[in-house]
């Protein structure tokens, strides 16, 4: 029984020295100050001017460019709604931007937002063959 508990005990410590090690890394402080100075910047007006399609799926001019590491992701989404708000598209070019802005939502926890959002992209059931 002693030799369980001291088993135990020295795995816990160094468990804890490892997650100690981990945490204070240069790594792992170099990773947060990155993730503190993302730049969101982008230019507006340019990407209103963008067709539908550039701005939906041009990965180098489109609002994908704002996500491409992951970063950004609330501003994608605001511009997305901002896009299709304030030109004219398609309703199958609506229903994805619709779509696109509601995953973005959903990634950064805007749940509510994010299912109202995907469920205004949902065909008639008489229109959905997938059900």
């Not at 982008?42 to 539908?52: D, G, I, K, V, W």
């Amino acid at each position: 029984m002693q030799s369980t508990t001291s088993s135990f005990t020295m795995r816990t410590l160094l468990f804890t020295g490892f997650l100690s090690i981990t945490v204070a890394s240069p790594l792992s402080l170099a990773k947060d100050i990155d993730t503190e100075n993302k730049s969101c910047s982008y230019s507006e007006t340019e990407m209103l001017e963008l067709s539908p399609r550039e701005f939906d799926q041009n990965f180098e001019k489109g609002w994908p460019v704002l996500v491409e590491n992951g970063d950004c992701l609330d501003v994608a989404a605001d511009l997305i709604h901002t896009y299709y708000t304030e030109n004219e598209v398609s309703s199958g070019a609506l229903k994805t931007l619709i779509w696109h802005e509601g995953q973005l939502r959903a990634e950064v926890g805007q749940y509510q937002q994010a299912i109202s959002l995907m469920e205004q992209t949902k065909k008639p059931p008489q229109r959905d063959i997938a059900g």
